[in-house]
Nanobody, 125 residues
């Protein structure tokens, strides 16, 4: 069982930056692929970024490439999402998710086994 807790959300002006963190419980964090998803009001939860278990492979949705960076520090059981050049359309609740079994990255919600409660990101124009 893995528990995930996101932090770092908030209100920022367009063009600004935020760095989200997701802290995981348990001793097997280093074996999980991790992902970030987001859900805007009235929309489906969508994939944002993912990183494999050792941090060597990352994937991003096209709309955030060049602006967002996913990273992890296994010694701290933490995954990060650095978000730069934020746009109003980035406004959403951001969720981190864990995929067990030393899996590679994945962009489907059904591929992930554990989810955090989410953190709100609001970008004003």
């Amino acid at each position: 069982q893995v528990q995930l807790v996101e932090s770092g959300g908030g209100l920022v002006q367009a063009g600004g930056s935020l760095n989200l963190s997701c802290a995981a419980s348990g001793r097997t964090f280093s074996s999980y692929a991790m992902g970030w998803f987001r859900q805007a009001p009235g929309k489906e939860r969508e994939f944002v970024a993912a990183i494999n278990w050792n941090g060597y492979v990352t994937t991003y949705v096209d709309s955030v490439k060049g602006r967002f960076t996913i990273s992890r520090v296994n010694a701290k059981n933490t995954v990060y999402l650095q978000m730069n050049s934020l746009k109003p359309e980035d406004t959403a609740v951001y969720y981190c998710a864990a995929r067990s079994g030393r899996a590679s990255t994945a962009d489907s919600r059904s591929d992930y086994d554990y989810w955090g409660q989410g953190t709100q990101v609001t970008v004003s124009s």
